[in-house]
């Protein structure tokens, strides 16, 4: 399977390893725990979502650039996209978000 990203759609991935990791480490019950069986899951997909958002928002505030394009005598503003397998990140929040709380449900 190939992991397709663009710009700092890794930190989806990144972020989501490590709040399982960190449930693991300081919630799990038994040293022997699996992971799905508790709620690190649901908390990941949440957590995830919810730093997404906030990631996102802030990218999207701050990088990019305004060029002026002399062939059509206009401004022109260039920002860099951030994306996990053809998903903005932007996008992800919500999909990780829903996932977290339809599980938590279904659990």
């Given at each position: 399977m190939f992991i397709i990203w663009r710009g700092k759609g890794i930190y989806v991935l990144l972020i989501?390893?490590?709040i399982l990791f960190a449930y693991y480490l300081l919630l799990a019950e038994k040293g022997n725990e699996k992971i799905f069986q508790g709620y690190a899951a649901e908390s990941a997909f949440i957590g995830t979502g919810i730093l997404c958002f906030l990631l996102a928002r802030r990218w999207k505030s701050k990088e990019g650039g305004v060029y002026f394009d002399p062939a059509k005598n206009k401004?022109?503003?260039i920002r860099p996209g951030h994306s996990l397998f053809y998903i903005n990140v932007y996008y992800w929040a919500f999909i990780l978000t829903a996932l977290?709380?339809?599980s938590?449900?279904?659990h």
């Open positions: 989501f390893g490590a401004d022109i503003t977290g709380f339809v938590l449900y279904n």
